[in-house]
């Protein structure tokens, strides 16, 4: 079985995961940050950041090169044991490039939530794209 837990862990790691999605079309980053633990580890296609500030640092640089962004996420997994559990996020972004160029990558999270005194939080994600198709 892909889900196993207490249904209200999974329905609020659920919600981490949809908090997140929404951020990134809003391009919020306080609320994208707000996901994060304090001492989360962001692995996106070999660069390894830690810490909330570096990772929010990241992302506002990776952001900054796509005029218009589109996130969707599927959710494929979600192993909870205790305050820590695991997951799998399948995504598939809408990206307009600066020189109007569009990409479509199909990606995978792998996660590693963690119960914090706010609650569910990303304590690991580590993206890889699994196919990515261009249009000029």
Do not use: C
């Not at 005194?117 to 994600?125: I, L, S, T, Y």
């Amino acid at each position: 079985m892909s889900f196993t837990g207490p249904l209200e862990d999974q329905i609020a790691i659920r919600a981490l995961i949809d908090s997140y999605t929404d951020a990134v079309f809003r391009r919020d980053a306080n609320a994208w940050g707000a996901t994060w633990a304090d001492d989360a580890q962001w692995g996106l296609m070999g660069t390894q950041v830690r810490g909330r500030e570096a990772i929010v640092a990241l992302w506002l640089q990776a952001m900054s090169g796509f005029p218009f962004v589109a996130f969707f996420a599927q959710v494929g997994s979600i192993a909870i044991d205790g305050d820590r559990a695991t997951g799998r996020v399948y995504t598939h972004e809408f990206l307009e490039l600066a020189d109007g160029s569009i990409s479509h990558p199909i990606g995978l999270y792998n996660d590693i939530y963690a119960r914090t005194a706010d609650g569910w939080r990303f304590a690991e994600r580590h993206f890889s794209i699994l196919r990515e198709t261009h249009k000029p």
